[in-house]
């Protein structure tokens, strides 16, 4: 034992009862400085763009179980859906440009909505989840890229309405992104890039 623990310990105090309050105290200080993201946005938009998939989960059926399994793991409830694509009408599929020639889809979810553009003869797939509830971006992100068996992904995370946009070259106190770098990001305050940013 040390002066500095006899010296408490002769006075009646617990050191580990000490190192508790203290930690307690540390960990709350910590919580008033913590700020979420929906308290200076609406919400968040994961930007997923997939490269070198699986075009065989590009079916309308796979979609419709990988919106259905990403709502569970994010745990947000699924509303309507909608396709696009060109199922029934295989000549006009046959003129298609090639960025065209794929399934189109959007996800209603109660928090807004998740969409994606599936572009077959490239194996690309490009998929967008916004959402005012929170979640966990590298999860979600995971979940897709495994999914669509990618290859490659590039994405971001940005934040959508309220003080997510610098409306001028001064840096705004009350923006996530000019607070963090100390500058004006522009138009849109980008959340830092997912895991696996390339």
């Known amino acids: 034992m040390n002066t500095w623990e006899k010296y408490w310990i002769d006075r009646g105090w617990n050191i580990s009862l000490f190192g508790y309050v203290l930690f307690i105290l540390m960990v709350g200080l910590c919580m008033l400085s913590y700020e979420r993201d929906s308290e200076v946005a609406y919400g968040k938009e994961l930007i997923v763009d ?48 090639v960025h065209l020639v794929g399934t189109s889809g959007i996800q209603f979810i109660t928090t807004s909505n998740i969409t994606i553009h599936t572009i077959d003869l490239v194996e690309e797939c490009l998929i967008n989840l916004f959402t005012c509830k929170e979640f966990r971006r590298h999860e979600a992100q995971a979940f897709m890229v495994n999914w669509f068996k990618a290859k490659r992904v590039d994405s971001v995370c940005i934040l959508r309405g309220r003080a997510s946009k610098c409306e001028t070259d001064i840096v705004d106190k009350s923006c996530t992104t000019c607070r963090k770098h100390g500058k004006c990001s522009g138009p849109r305050c980008i959340v830092e890039p997912c895991e696996n940013h390339t």
Request: with cysteine; glycine share 6%; charged share 30%.
């Open 50 to 97: 997939l490269y070198g998939c699986d075009a065989g989960k590009f079916t309308r059926a796979s979609i419709r179980a990988f919106w259905l399994r990403l709502c569970e793991l994010t745990k947000m409830q699924p509303e309507d859906f909608h396709f696009w694509d060109y199922e029934g009408f295989p000549e006009e599929k046959a003129a298609a440009p």
